[in-house]
């Protein structure tokens, strides 16, 4: 089975912090993802990545950043933390060749 | 650009009733279609999928048709039972240029009631 995971389930920053999320798949998948999910927002894609050192910006980039220095690892940066970043983050991974994508169990960060 | 409008819950039945909810597009190209079921405190499952007009796709008594005529790619059960209760997400991945990238609805939060 594929497997998604994320560092943590559960976050509390303070404004300013800079905060790191980190997703780990473990089955080969060229394309990662990091979204963000909001009540009445639904999904919205923040970055995602073709291949180790490739990443492009998604709908809403503005105050994230990306590392993918593995293939197996996709890093969500918040330089700065603010409280509009409050939310769950999610992040997914995909097949070669494939659309479906593989979720992780999310991560709810607070900022304060 | 692409996007996926479905109904707004939230939606409640009781056990043994039948689901429908109602799911549109909006795509440039040939998109394949996608329902993704969330359970309480858990990421995204894949439910099922349609990758070509008139596919139908199912799994776990859920079934939803590609309908290019009418974009629309509804998901349904004939009897939901309590374990049901999750948010349902439609998705659809365009098979042009961004191939990888999905485009999801809002979401619409099903609760079944015994």
């Known amino acids: 089975d594929v497997k998604v995971t994320q560092s943590s389930r559960y976050l509390v920053k303070r404004t300013g912090e800079k905060v790191f999320l980190e997703c780990v798949q473990d089955?080969?998948?060229?394309?990662m993802f990091w979204y963000r999910q909001d009540p009445g927002l639904g999904l919205r894609l923040i970055y995602f990545?073709?291949?180790?050192?490739?990443?492009e910006k998604g709908d809403i980039p503005e105050g994230y950043s990306v590392s993918r220095e593995k293939k197996e690892r996709f890093s969500l940066i918040l330089e700065s933390a603010s409280t509009n970043q409050t939310s769950m983050y999610l992040c997914?991974?995909?097949?070669?060749?494939?659309?479906?994508?593989?979720f992780g169990p999310g991560t709810r960060l607070t900022v304060l | 650009g692409d996007s996926v409008t479905q109904m707004e819950g939230p939606v409640t039945l009781s056990e043994e009733a039948f689901l429908t909810i109602n799911c549109t597009y909006t795509?440039?190209?040939?998109?394949?279609l996608f329902w993704y079921v969330q359970y309480p405190g858990e990421g995204l499952q894949l439910l099922l999928k349609?990758?070509?007009?008139?596919d139908k796709g199912s799994n776990k008594g859920f079934e939803a048709t590609y309908r290019k005529e009418t974009t629309s790619f509804h998901l349904e059960k004939g009897s939901v039972q309590v374990s049901d209760s999750a948010v349902y997400f439609c998705?659809?991945?365009?098979?042009?240029?961004?191939?990888?990238?999905?485009?999801f609805g809002k979401g619409t939060l099903l609760t079944v009631n015994p």
């Open positions: 998705a659809l991945s365009d098979g042009g240029g961004s191939n990888y990238k999905l485009t």
């Open positions: 997914a991974s995909t097949l070669p060749g494939r659309s479906e994508q593989f």
């Open positions: 089955m080969d998948h060229e394309n």
């Open positions: 349609a990758t070509k007009a008139d």
């Open positions: 795509a440039t190209g040939y998109p394949s």
């Open positions: 990545s073709y291949d180790v050192k490739m990443k």
